[in-house]
């Protein structure tokens, strides 16, 4: 969220008031994050900005989130913020049940990731780096439930991060 000087810089240049930009700026920011998922899923949504701020109050227990600078927008159930929380601190989360995560707006500007190693931050030679266009990804309370299943990210459905703690099912919805 901007500070108030910005906001009335804003108000200065544009002659918006510091309340409306700041409200146009939420309302954007909702706008990104509901762009992850289907209306039946985002109707009644909650959606949090990255820094956790609560933007609106939902229902359905999705919450979703607009494009970070490493991650596109997406809509997570519980269970993939509960998995999202313990990744973001290094920590490795046994999901205790079925998890869906939305992103059908793909991954907008953010650069992509590894489809091998979870902590890689850029392209090598050697850690397949991919940028998915609109997909889902589920994650399973039994990794073997994941056996079987590709790891290439050109099939439609395919496992991201396997032999890891972080290891989860990609969906690919469309061709980027």
Known sequence: MRNFKTLALIALVTGASPLAAQSADTDALIADALSAAPASVTDNASVRNNDGTLLREGSNGYTCY??????????????????????????????????????????????????????????????????????????????AMMAGLSTDPKDPVYVMWRGTPYAHVMVRIEEE
């Open 66 to 143: 607009p494009q970070a600078p490493t991650m596109g927008p997406r809509c997570n159930d519980t269970e993939w913020d509960a998995f999202i929380a313990g990744f973001m601190k290094g920590e490795p989360y046994t999901p205790k049940k079925f998890g869906v995560s939305y992103m059908l707006a793909g991954e907008g500007t953010a650069p992509g990731t590894s489809n091998i190693d979870p902590m890689a931050t850029e392209p090598t030679a050697d850690n397949e780096w991919i940028k998915d266009g609109p997909h889902m990804m589920l994650i399973f309370p039994d990794p």
